[in-house]
């Protein structure tokens, strides 16, 4: 009899060991799964709390400037804020700064957050700007990786310098219905030329009583129209 009390004891104390290295490599498993998600996952939600900030924004226009704009731009966004204030206002050299404006916004790829954020898109007309975004989307930011986390890798281009060839008024049927436009001609150069459009053909035309927007953009200074 007692060899068998002996044998029941050592048994229990046998389990009551195999319970704590369980309950421990647990509480292990379940401090390291706490770490790894704070190293991978929980500096990324605090990066994507930053938001960019707008520098300034033109009242009743819808154009803005943000911080991650360029010196490019920053520079043709306040001659657009000068011709804006003209009184009264050239349309025309209005017209070819929206131009100008567009081409930098929609090409400079690097101040892009992810696809999503299609530039130029407070340039163009407002019928026409859904329609504009899936295109450029499908298109030129196709390949765009994500950068909501500030840790993209790759090397996109930058507009550094753009030249207007010529700026002249237009009939342009938009609707079936003509109406007075702008066309500029332009081309451009980036940081590092990654083999992304160098020219275009901007058709600028009213999109409310004040406001101009872009209604037709071909990257060729040979532009053909419907």
């Not at 002996?6 to 509480?27: D, G, Q």
């Not at 360029?70 to 025309?92: C, G, M, Q």
Request: glycine letters at 4%.
């Amino acid at each position: 009899m007692a060899r068998v009390v002996k044998t029941e004891k050592m048994s229990k104390k046998k389990v009551k060991v195999r319970v704590f290295v369980i309950l421990f490599l647990i509480i292990i498993a379940g401090v390291l799964c706490f770490f790894g998600y704070k190293k991978f996952f929980g500096k990324k939600d605090e990066k994507q709390k930053v938001e960019i900030r707008v520098l300034d924004s033109i009242k009743d226009y819808g154009y803005s400037l943000s911080e991650n704009d360029s010196e490019l731009f920053r520079t043709e966004y306040n001659l657009l804020k000068d011709a804006i204030n003209e009184d009264p206002v050239d349309t025309a050299k209005y017209a070819t700064q929206v131009a100008k404006l567009f081409v930098i916004d929609l090409y400079s790829l690097n101040s892009k957050v992810n696809k999503y954020d299609v530039g130029g898109k407070e340039y163009y007309h407002s019928s026409k700007i859904l329609m504009f975004e899936q295109k450029v989307m499908d298109t030129i930011y196709s390949t765009l990786q994500d950068n909501s986390y500030g840790d993209r890798k790759q090397e996109l281009p930058n507009v550094n310098k753009i030249d207007v060839k010529s700026s002249q008024e237009i009939e342009y049927t938009m609707d079936k219905e003509k109406v007075k436009g702008y066309q500029v001609k332009m081309e451009w150069t980036y940081d590092k030329n990654m083999g992304y459009d160098t020219k275009g053909t901007v058709v600028v035309c009213q999109d409310s009583e004040n406001r101009w927007s872009v209604v037709d953009f071909q990257p060729t200074l040979e532009p053909k129209y419907k």
